[in-house]
Each structure stands twice: as C-alpha cells, then as structure tokens.
C-alpha cells in the first residue's frame, strides 16, 4: 500500500513539473519592440549593485547623479533598484529588463556585475539606451562607462606617502577582483614613487565570485583595525560600504588618516562623526557620467560605445573637502600635471 | 492500514502547512507594522510568480536548490549535519569548470567528465570532514563550516588571471576559461521573451528518484536510516557506523558538487560571479520545509525559488525586498517550531488511541468473564 502511495507521489510531482515547464499564462515582458518610446518625461531606471543608495560611497555617487539629473534635467520618473549579495545573472537581467520593460530609459546599471545581463537586455530592448558602469557592454544602444581609478589613487598614494609618520600604509580592497587591483596598483606606485621607505599592505575582504566585501562595513573595520594594531598609520580603502567600518576603526586612534573611495566621503552626513580623520577621497565621479548619460539621452542623441573618464577630463581625482592636504597641495598638482601630460604612467595591474 | 496511512500523511503534511501559514501572517504583521497592505503585496508576488517568464525562472532556480535540498537532506536522514554543502558545490562547480574549460571531447564524454569532476570534488571535499569525524571525533558541523572559508580561499586563489582564471574583454570580471560547445547540455526554448528551462531539470527528477530509492530500497539506504535513528542499534545489529559517516559524506558532497551543474552547462558555461555563496545554506532550508521527502523538498525548491522571483518585483512596486527574507526567515523557524508541536500532537494521539484500545479490551474481558 505505502508503496503505491509514494508511486502516486512521485508520479504527480513529475506530472505538476511538466505542467508547469509548458510555462502556460503570459510572459511579464510585453513586446519587446514596442516598449522604450514612451513620450513625455524622461523617466530614468537605475540598478545599484550591492549595497545600494545610501553605501556612501560608489553606489551613492551613481546616486548623487540622478539627484542631480532630477534638479538640472527636470527628471521626475526614477525607479531605483538594488543587487543583492546572492543574484545570479538571471537576477540582474531580471532586474534590467523589469526597468525596460516599464519604459525607463536610460536604463542604467551601476557595477561591472550587470555586463553579462546587461549584453542579453541590450540586445533585447534595442529602442532603450542602456548605460553600465566599470564595465564594457558591446551593442548600439549601450553607454560603457569607464574611469581611470589608477590615476586618482596615485594621487592619494601620494598623500600617504607625504602624511605617514610610521612608512607604513594600508590597502584594503572590497574584492580581489582586477577593477580594485585597479585602485591598489595606483595607489602603490604613488607611494613608492613620492617615498620609496613607505610601504603598503593590502588586504582584501572577500574573494572572487563572493561580492560581500563590498558591503559589509564590520569586516572593513576589523581588517583597518588589524592595520591599526600592525602600526599603518593612512589607510585608503576601496571597498564600498565596508570602507565605513574602516574609517569608523580608523577615528578611533588619533594621529592616524582614512582615505576614502568614489564619493567625497567627508561631506557625507552619516560620517560627519569621523570627518576629521578623513584626510581626502580619491573621487569617481560616477555622478558626472550618469548626469551624461541622462542629458544625452534627453537631448536625443544618447551617448553610446565607451566613454573613459579620466584625471585629465575630470572624471576621477582627489577631494580637498577638510584641508587636510592643503599643505601638500604642490605636490599633488605636480604628481597631477604629469599624469595627465603622460609623464608619469600609471599601472593599472599589481605586480 | 489505510487509514493510519491516510493520518501519518495528514501529519506529515500538517507541519510545512502551518510553518507557512504562520510565516505568511508573521510577514503580514510586519507589512502592517511598516504601513504598507499585505494582501496587496502577496497579491503582487502572486499575480508576478505565475507570469510565463517567471515560470521558467522559478523552474531554473528550483533546480538548483532541489539539488542543493538533497545533498543535505542525505545528511539529515543519518543525523549528520552537512553545511558544508555550500563550499563542496563552489569547489566541484569550480574543478569541473576549470576541467571542461581545458579539454575539447565530443559531447557525450565532455557532460559526463564535467559532472563526474563535479561530484569527484565535491565528495572529497565532504570526505574530508567525514575522516576528521571517524579519525578524531571532530564534529562535522565545525569541520564543513570551516571547509567552506578554506574552499572560498582556495577557489580566490586560483581564480586569478595567470592561475586558472581568465579576464573578460572589459579587464573587469574573472572566470575560467570558458566550455567548448561540447560541454552546453540542451535547453528547453520556451520562447523568445521567457528563456530557456535548464535540461538539467531532467536530471534533477532522476536524482530525486534515485534517492527514494538508494534510501528506501536498497540495504544501505536501511543502514543509513537506522543510524540516524539510533547509532548503538545500528552497530549492535552489525552495521559500521564508521564506514556509514564516510560513504553518507561522500555521496553528500557528491550530490552538492552536482548543484552548480545547471548553472554550469546550461547557462554560464564558465565559473564567474554565476555562482553565489548561501547556496548550500538554502539547501538546508529547503531540506527543513521538504522534510527530507524527495516530493517534499521539490516543493520546498519551487516555493523558495517563488519567493526569490518575487522579491524584485516587490521591490519595483516600492516595497521593501527584504521582506521576502523575512518571510525565508520565519517559514525556517516556524518548520522547527510545527514539526515538533506536530511531532508531539503524534504521539500523544498514538497514545490516546492505545490507550483507549487497551480500555476497550480490558472492558470487553471483563463483560466475557462477567
């Protein structure tokens, strides 16, 4: 008899998956064809990656470009999504195309994760200009956002390298991933080139496939306050929100800097408690290329293929908010006018 | 015996029935709390969840988290606690990635090397944790949790530029090498807006009937049960428990390195940020609600795999995605907290139902002596 029973069983769960895989009813994507050329105002989508508005850092300086979008462009319409730690491509797409599908355009994905998602909802919704940050997206209607993050850490390895007292400097990175390497290649050539004694010890917080270092602002502090205890007197981190808990560790030791990421960090209402040991942020004016984005694709002409935005067009550098590096401010315009007349070469891989 | 049957099931049933609705009016009042109407966010999950697009989505996920339900479930029905799943299904999907990426055989040997890789790693992989527990007592829940950190690391280290990784065209994201056309198992085309149900799912329904069977036909599958019941019965009766933890481990681990296998050969084709981290951990979950039962944890997959689709869509009309998390949250703790309370109410009505037989017989003895 129990036998029979769990036949039966076995029999209506097979029979209810292939019910289900006929994937009867109707897809939540109307035409693709038909969606993207809503008239009217502008209404702008934008995916964050992990941590989302509000992580005072990269997410927020995407973020900070749309408010500006709102105020200069007259946007009314924004939709803003957010990554979670666990998505899958099929997630991100997922979230890509929900934005196309309900006419949002520009379509904005913010973090190199949304590339391969982003290359499937291109190619999909050609009539909606997408635009994807950190990352290169091939199609017609895709704006790929670059930036020269190499160049601004030079800048700030070079105001480690001038506030150290103890020579040594930490790194920590949100993942080990080729972007951050990115951050630290920069950030070790501008400490070894202005003082060759110093030295930089970088840690990562996750690794990989795993994005949680980029969110995850008490393993950022218990690496800075590992650095502390070791002697590192400036740390810079690139690592999203987690770099919060780094500059939280850091306030709690006088005479020791924080160096922030992407956003001016100082002027951010939530760390005004830790302005002071905030000595500069290497800025990624991810505001500036989403402004861009918005106003070309309101002036009809979106913009497409890949934009890099560097030291010398003002795409990435360093904040003076604080004046904490105002005395060195000779050196860092040096360091600056050689970047950008090619005179010195920033790495952009660690060796 | 039909209706004993016909009450065991009604129990059985009872218990993910009420963790549910429990959860559902727990997620409600957190709804109320934050000012927002519940029934119209359920209706939203609702009318979203059962689009066609979201069908095949729900299917490709439930595939991957039925996998992962039955590599723990193994584990629970001997009463060893594997959550380790999680690193050995990143290490097999990682090796048999690796693996496909760097040799070209004609298809029908490239699939089965890239999973038999798969299930190879993943098995070692749990294999360690069961010879740390025969050998030297360690326990298996402190022995995969740790496994997990070491699989992160050892997977962060290979996975470089240089190692075994390889950089895509942007110089931004690291994977291994990708599988020649040979290593892409077939797909279901359910049409152009609603992709592709992974082929794997075929295999998933064989595994599923494969562990009825292993465990409810076969003699290991009986000494497998009998030492999650009791471990000095099963020795005193003649069954090694030592040879029991390793092999139940190993085909555990098998079984997780089989997870990434949908993501691997239908979709991604290559180990990148395909493969999250927490896999494993929903797995334990999905093997909690399903109550081990290969049907049941099926149902468990979809409706996990549900509540993940519709997460986005709350969170595009404005409401809070994590209450989907919360919802995951509580369906897990109330599974426990039902299981027992039905578990008790069980046994209180066996005795009830012996006691009252036992009344009846000793009444009519005494009218057949009176």
């Known amino acids: 008899m129990r036998r029979v029973t769990k036949i039966t069983a076995a029999g209506i769960a097979s029979?209810?998956?292939?019910?289900?895989?006929?994937?009867?009813?109707?897809?939540?994507?109307?035409?693709?064809?038909?969606?993207?050329?809503?008239?009217?105002?502008?209404?702008?989508?934008i995916a964050y990656d992990v941590g989302g508005r509000g992580d005072h850092s990269f997410n927020d300086s995407a973020a900070a470009g749309i408010d500006k979008a709102k105020k200069g462009l007259g946007v009314t319409q924004v939709k803003e999504l957010t990554a979670k730690t666990a998505d899958t491509d099929a997630d991100r797409e997922t979230r890509l195309e929900q934005l196309a599908d309900a006419g949002y355009n520009p379509v904005i994905g913010v973090g190199y994760s949304y590339a391969t998602a982003m290359t499937a909802a291109a190619k999909k919704y050609p009539n909606v200009t997408f635009g994807i940050v950190d990352s290169?997206?091939?199609?017609?209607?895709?704006?790929?956002?670059?930036?020269?993050?190499?160049?601004?850490?030079?800048?700030?390895?070079?105001?480690?390298?001038?506030?150290?007292?103890?020579?040594?400097?930490?790194?920590?990175?949100?993942?080990?991933?080729?972007?951050?390497?990115?951050?630290?290649?920069?950030?070790?050539?501008?400490?070894?080139?202005?003082?060759?004694?110093?030295?930089?010890?970088?840690?990562?917080?996750?690794?990989?496939?795993?994005?949680?270092?980029?969110?995850?602002p008490?393993?950022?502090?218990?690496?800075?306050?590992?650095?502390?205890?070791?002697?590192?007197?400036?740390?810079?981190?690139?690592?999203?929100?987690?770099?919060?808990?780094?500059?939280?560790?850091?306030?709690?030791?006088?005479?020791?800097?924080?160096?922030?990421?992407?956003?001016?960090?100082?002027?951010?209402?939530?760390?005004?408690?830790?302005k002071n040991s905030i000595l500069t942020s290497a800025l990624k004016n991810v505001d500036v290329s989403v402004y861009d984005l918005i106003s070309s694709v309101k002036g009809g002409t979106p913009l497409t293929g890949t934009q890099t935005y560097s030291l010398a067009k003002g795409g990435v550098g360093l904040s003076y908010s604080g004046g904490f590096i105002d005395d060195i401010k000779t050196q860092l315009d040096a360091a600056t006018k050689k970047i950008v007349n090619g005179d010195i070469k920033v790495k952009t891989t660690v060796s | 015996?039909?209706?004993?049957?016909?009450?065991?099931?009604?129990?059985?049933?009872?218990?993910?029935?009420?963790?549910?609705?429990?959860?559902?009016?727990?997620?409600?009042?957190?709804?109320?709390?934050?000012?927002?109407?519940?029934?119209?966010?359920?209706?939203?999950?609702?009318?979203?969840?059962?689009?066609?697009?979201?069908?095949?989505?729900?299917?490709?996920?439930?595939?991957?988290?039925?996998?992962?339900?039955?590599?723990?479930?193994?584990?629970?029905?001997?009463?060893?606690?594997n959550i380790g799943v999680d690193g050995q299904y990143r290490m097999g999907a990682f090796f048999a990635a690796a693996v496909g990426g760097a040799v070209t055989l004609p298809s029908f040997l490239q699939i089965p090397l890239i999973?038999?890789?798969?299930?190879?790693?993943?098995?070692?992989?749990?294999?360690i944790a069961g010879v740390l527990k025969t050998t030297r007592g360690v326990s298996e829940v402190i022995a995969t949790i740790m496994l997990n950190a070491i699989a992160t690391s050892v997977i962060g280290y290979l996975l470089q530029p240089g190692?075994?990784?390889?950089?895509?065209?942007?110089?931004?994201?690291?994977?291994?090498?990708?599988?020649?056309?040979?290593?892409?198992?077939?797909?279901?085309?359910?049409?152009?807006?609603?992709?592709?149900?992974?082929?794997?799912?075929?295999?998933?329904?064989l595994l599923g009937v494969a562990y009825w069977f292993v465990l409810n036909r076969t003699r290991f599958g009986f000494d497998l049960r009998a030492v999650g019941q009791s471990e000095s019965a099963a020795e005193a009766s003649g069954v090694s428990v030592k040879r029991m933890v390793i092999t139940s481990m190993l085909i555990s681990g098998a079984m997780a390195g089989l997870i990434g296998m949908p993501t691997l050969l239908n979709d991604a084709h290559q180990f990148g940020t395909e493969f999250p981290a927490g896999v494993g951990f929903v797995g334990i979950s999905v093997a909690l609600l399903g109550r081990n039962n290969p049907v049941g944890v099926a149902l468990a997959a979809l409706l996990w795999a549900f509540l993940e689709r519709t997460s986005t869509q709350l969170e595009f009309e404005n409401y809070d995605k994590e209450i989907v998390g919360v919802m995951q949250g509580v369906i897990v703790l109330s599974v426990v907290i039902a299981y027992e309370v039905v578990r008790r109410y069980g046994i209180k009505r066996q005795q009830q139902k012996v006691g009252e037989e036992l009344a009846a017989q000793a009444k009519n003895k005494q009218e057949v002596t009176a």
């Not at chain 1, 502390?228 to 987690?242: E, F, H, K, R, T």
């Not at chain 2, 999973?115 to 294999?127: H, Q, R, S, T």
């Not at chain 2, 065209?169 to 609603?194: D, I, K, R, Y």
């Open chain 2, 1 to 81: 015996m039909k209706k004993i049957d016909k009450e065991r099931l009604l129990l059985a049933i009872a218990a993910p029935v009420l963790a549910i609705v429990v959860s559902f009016v727990v997620t409600a009042l957190v709804l109320v709390a934050t000012g927002k109407q519940p029934f119209d966010a359920f209706n939203i999950m609702f009318q979203y969840g059962i689009k066609s697009d979201s069908q095949v989505y729900i299917l490709d996920k439930a595939t991957t988290y039925y996998i992962a339900g039955l590599a723990v479930a193994i584990g629970f029905r001997m009463n060893l606690f």
């Open chain 1, 218 to 274: 008490a393993k950022g502090k218990e690496a800075a306050q590992g650095m502390l205890d070791s002697g590192n007197d400036v740390i810079y981190s690139a690592a999203g929100s987690s770099g919060n808990g780094a500059i939280e560790a850091v306030a709690g030791k006088t005479g020791t800097w924080a160096i922030g990421v992407d956003s001016d960090q100082y002027q951010d209402a939530s760390l005004a408690k830790y």
């Open chain 2, 163 to 205: 190692r075994l990784g390889h950089l895509d065209a942007a110089q931004t994201q690291v994977s291994t090498e990708p599988l020649p056309a040979s290593g892409h198992l077939f797909n279901f085309n359910m049409g152009e807006l609603n992709g592709d149900v992974y082929g794997f799912i075929v295999i998933a329904v």
């Open chain 1, 136 to 216: 290169v997206v091939p199609g017609k209607n895709v704006d790929s956002i670059q930036f020269t993050e190499e160049q601004s850490s030079y800048l700030a390895g070079v105001a480690a390298a001038l506030k150290t007292k103890t020579n040594k400097i930490g790194f920590i990175g949100g993942v080990d991933i080729p972007l951050i390497k990115k951050f630290q290649a920069g950030f070790d050539q501008g400490v070894t080139d202005t003082n060759p004694k110093a030295k930089v010890t970088a840690q990562y917080l996750s690794h990989g496939s795993d994005l949680s270092g980029f969110a995850d």
């Open chain 2, 115 to 127: 999973i038999l890789v798969a299930m190879l790693v993943g098995g070692m992989w749990a294999g």
């Open chain 1, 15 to 45: 029979a209810v998956l292939a019910l289900s895989a006929t994937a009867c009813g109707s897809s939540s994507q109307s035409d693709a064809s038909s969606s993207g050329s809503s008239s009217g105002g502008l209404k702008v989508g």
